[in-house]
């Protein structure tokens, strides 16, 4: 068994709460907005999720680390997450198709992490009170982290989509497949990527800012615009671009970020929540069908239900079952639908996936129809 001497570490919130604990690897410090995820597997998945960027994850599942990490299950090129807050971490993972510990993996990455905070008063204490900036060190200054803490912007308002989208285009899939898609990466999973190849299709990815034209030029079957971090409100160009795709009637699927971005397209309003919705066990009801799904969520952000309700163009297709908020909706008149949450779900349920095979049942009739 491997044990190391910890380090004392704190997490400060932004409001001066401190709570104390010990540091896994590198002493340091870590800024980001604190959120936490309710899942009880897929640490990997959600570390590496574009989504996480620029935030500190606090886990409220006990143990982290158990099972190590394994190359096959990132979501991304690196760890994304700003920081992580556990209570319990495994130096020691027990699964035998492990390529390596956590503890490697965020060393490696340079990732600040701590444990033995008592992550149960921390999720009650940002429950009760909100999202709200934080730090993680090891640092024993509390007033010198306290004014650099000041500095940090909130995340309303915040644009991150830029610090994780690709940096030029690139395929994925397999060239010869029936459908080709044109996807803005504004934050991709991996396993979206994988579950539209999966259905017959050729994808190409463009980065963040692309135009109207450049993915037209790829001549594409359909159009997805992808999750991703930060606030949608100051993404124009891709906003602008959602608008080009609808005024052709083009085919179009939106998750998280892209539902978003659909909405402030079409004039309607999003906006910051309390605590947001992040854990793989979000109950969601599909209007259209009546059926119930357990469904995979990461977002601080929503479209403003109301406005969606009174907008004549659109239908709401799925709400969340917890607080009644908008999970779902479609275009009326365009070919066009999005979802709040993942139906990728990796990691989580995947209740939702059928949605991949209704954005590819719209392409289908699109081209009948053209």
């Known amino acids: 068994m491997k044990y190391k001497q910890q380090k004392k570490a704190i997490l400060l919130l932004e409001d001066g709460t401190v709570f104390e604990g010990t540091s896994i690897g590198k002493d340091g410090t870590a800024f980001g907005e604190i959120c936490f995820n309710t899942g009880v597997t897929g640490y990997q998945e959600v570390f590496t999720d574009p989504s996480y960027y620029g935030q500190i994850m606090l886990t409220t599942n006990a143990h982290i680390g158990n099972y190590g ?11 994304k997450i700003a920081g992580l807050v556990c ?13 390596d510990s956590l503890e490697n993996y965020f060393n490696e990455q340079q990732v600040m992490a701590v444990q033995n905070i008592d992550t149960r008063a921390v999720v009650r204490y940002i429950r009760d009170k909100g999202a709200m ?3 993680i060190s090891t640092e024993t200054d509390l007033q010198k982290l306290k004014k650099e803490l ?3 912007p909130s995340m309303d308002g915040l644009e991150l989509a830029s610090k994780v989208s690709t940096k ?15 996807a803005l990466d504004i934050g991709i999973k991996k396993s979206i990527l994988m579950n539209l190849a999966e259905r017959d ?3 190409k990815v463009f980065p963040y800012n692309a135009s109207f034209e450049d993915l037209e030029a790829f001549k594409p079957d359909g159009y997805f615009l992808s999750n991703g971090p930060g606030d949608p409100t100051p993404l124009k160009e891709a906003q602008e671009l959602t608008r080009e795709i609808l005024k052709r009637d083009l085919p179009l699927f939106g998750i998280c970020l892209g539902h978003q971005i659909i909405a402030l397209a079409n004039g309607i309003s999003t906006y910051k929540m309390h605590n947001g919705h992040r854990g793989i066990n979000h109950p969601v009801k599909n209007l259209i069908t009546g059926k119930g799904e357990i469904t995979s969520q990461n977002h601080g952000f929503v479209v403003n239900k109301e406005e969606v309700e009174k907008n004549e ?8 079952l917890n607080d009644n908020t908008l999970s779902g909706m479609k275009m009326k008149h365009k070919n066009c639908f999005s979802v709040q949450y993942h139906p990728e779900a990796n990691p989580g349920p995947h209740d939702s996936s059928y949605l991949f ?5 719209n392409i289908i009739t699109y081209k009948k129809s053209n």
């Open 69 to 79: 990490v394994n190359k096959n299950e990132n979501e991304s090129d690196s760890i």
């Open 87 to 99: 209570k319990n971490f495994n130096y020691n993972p027990s699964r035998a198709n492990s390529d």
């Open 133 to 135: 900036n934080a730090v």
């Open 150 to 152: 000041k500095l940090i």
């Open 168 to 182: 030029k285009p690139y395929f994925f899939g397999d060239e010869n497949a029936k459908y080709k898609i044109a």
């Open 201 to 203: 299709c050729y994808i």
């Open 313 to 320: 163009e659109f239908e709401i297709t799925h709400i969340h």
């Open 357 to 361: 095979d209704q954005f590819i049942e």
